[in-house]
């Protein structure tokens, strides 16, 4: 059964830390992988990665893709309080319908001042 | 505002009452997913679209759920005979739908309460 795994599944950190949340997968027909940011409310996009070794930047934000070990990192550097959510890991999949997203739990992440 | 909308954004139900969601999805998007969120979990997928066809339905949709996209365009989501364990946010998203990209974007939600 296809499945994606985050950890830590929850972190409290200091303003101006540096976090790196952890995504690894076992699915058959990988297509891409996708981090999504939540706060009180549904998921926004941050990143899709289908390439290995190619880092995905966006401001304090980045993101990389290992296909052969099955996993992504999502770093946040210089935390803010504005970064506390839960952040979403999600493999799409080849298939008859390429239809949907396997999400892993989440990573609840708290930024304390 | 431009993104995928979905109404109610609050529902409360009494256990048995039938309830019916609806999503718009951003106009130029020609895919459409349906997922359920409980607390402390990642969404789980529903269904989904490709235009007025609906392709995929996942184990979770029992027989007392039925989700239509008539035009292509709005998509409705209804469940029948409600109870207390179909509580949950319900999730649409929306994607472009053409060659590779599976980017999908989020509507606000519509959270259920049955009673």
């Known amino acids: 059964e296809d499945k994606v795994v985050q950890s830590p599944l929850s972190l409290v950190v200091h303003e101006g830390d540096t976090v790196t949340l952890n995504c690894s997968y076992e699915?058959?027909?990988?297509?891409?992988l996708l981090w999504y940011k939540q706060e009180k409310k549904a998921p926004t996009f941050l990143f899709m990665l289908t390439s290995s070794g190619i880092e995905k930047k966006s401001g304090r934000l980045s993101s990389i893709l290992d296909k052969k070990e099955l996993f992504s990192i999502l770093n946040i550097t210089a935390t803010q309080t504005g970064d506390s959510a839960i952040y979403l890991c999600?493999?799409?999949?080849?298939?008859?319908?390429?239809?949907?997203?396997?999400f892993g739990k989440g990573t609840k992440l708290s930024v304390k001042p | 505002d431009t993104g995928v909308s979905q109404n109610p954004r609050h529902k409360i139900t009494k256990r048995g009452q039938n309830v019916t969601f609806r999503c718009d999805p951003i106009?130029?998007?020609?895919?459409l997913y349906w997922y359920r969120q409980t607390l402390g979990q990642g969404p789980e997928f529903l269904t989904y679209?490709?235009?007025?066809?609906?392709?995929?339905k996942s184990r979770l949709l029992s027989d007392r759920f039925s989700a239509e996209r008539p035009k292509g365009s709005f998509s409705t989501l209804e469940i029948q005979r409600t109870e207390q364990g179909d509580s949950a946010m319900y999730l649409c998203a929306s994607s472009p739908g053409q060659g590779a990209r599976n980017e999908q974007f989020f509507g606000p939600g519509t959270r259920l309460t049955v009673l």
């Open positions: 106009s130029e998007h020609n895919r």
């Open positions: 699915v058959t027909n990988f297509r891409s």
């Open positions: 679209f490709q235009n007025e066809a609906q392709l995929e």
């Open positions: 999600a493999v799409a999949v080849k298939g008859g319908s390429q239809g949907n997203l396997i």
